[in-house]
């Protein structure tokens, strides 16, 4: 079974997979409903390279749903009042094991049953961090990084629509855990898709982000292009000092 993210790592191992005529009688993508159109696009363009159908898996409900309407047990009794998960943060990243983990495992727990899985892991080999004892990866046992995926999936003629020249990683993208640099290319170049995680965040009880909400990183982008239009510096304390009063000036105002 090849598990297949559909990110640069994952799509290179499943290419080179097919091209070793390595076994493979299954190859599956668990789909959360927050990839970018350029990644559907790619599962499409991927399976008519291949000339094999990907099994794909959804969660009981949607990302919507978890987000805003499912109501969890609360072990903080001040969150009683709240419906909905709301946004992931750093010890809770229910999205990743509600969408993707738990429907992953409940499908190859059915799956074991019947047959004995083997899984195909694509971690490069400069990842070293999230190699597991047991686990069958192929990228590392070709020593294949990421750089080198990225360049064996261009050579093949897969480009993501250019996803890859504007982001590091293409995962789902309304997540409030990447870094800022990549929510500044989203903001930039992704509006409609920026549009809707400002209706989310407007409508939730728990900020995009311990640190800004997602009004409060459009004042700071703007603010940025600003400041260094001016031919400031957007790392020293006066951009910060300068961009604190900004954003509480917004909130007056507001």
């Not at 999205?95 to 190859?108: D, E, P």
């Not at 360049?151 to 093949?156: G, T």
């Not at 209706?199 to 009004?215: E, G, I, L, P």
């Not at 001016?230 to 900004?246: D, P």
Request: hydrophobic letters at 35%; charged letters at 30%; aromatic letters at 14%.
């Amino acid at each position: 079974m090849v598990s297949l993210s559909g990110g640069k790592d994952s799509t290179a191992m499943l290419l080179r997979l097919i091209e070793e005529k390595r076994p493979i009688d299954l190859i599956l993508f668990c789909d959360t409903g927050l990839e970018f159109p350029q990644m559907y696009d790619h599962l499409k363009k991927l399976e008519k390279y291949i000339g094999r159908k990907i099994t794909y898996l959804k969660a009981e409900h949607s990302f919507e749903y978890y987000f805003s309407e499912y109501m969890p047990k609360r072990k903080n009794p001040k969150l009683l009042q709240y419906a909905g998960n709301s946004w992931a943060g750093p010890r809770n990243r229910w999205c990743t094991g509600m969408l993707k983990t738990r429907v992953i495992r409940a499908y190859l727990k059915e799956l074991k049953k019947e047959y004995d899985v083997i899984e195909y892991i694509g971690i490069a080999a400069d990842e070293p961090k999230r190699i597991k004892e047991n686990g069958c990866y192929p990228l590392v046992e070709w020593s294949m990084t990421e750089k080198d995926c990225l360049d064996y999936c261009y050579a093949k003629g897969f480009d993501w629509g250019g996803l890859y020249e504007i982001f590091h990683r293409v995962s789902c993208w309304c997540c409030p855990l990447q870094a800022l640099s990549e929510l500044r290319k989203l903001y930039v170049y992704f509006p409609d898709l920026w549009a809707q995680l400002r209706r989310w965040d407007d409508s939730t009880w728990r900020q995009f982000r311990a640190d800004y909400s997602v009004r409060e990183l459009e004042i700071r982008f703007a603010f940025e292009t600003e400041w260094s239009a001016s031919g400031k510096s957007i790392r020293s304390r006066a951009f910060y000092n300068a961009l604190k009063q900004r954003i509480e000036e917004s909130r007056v105002s507001a």
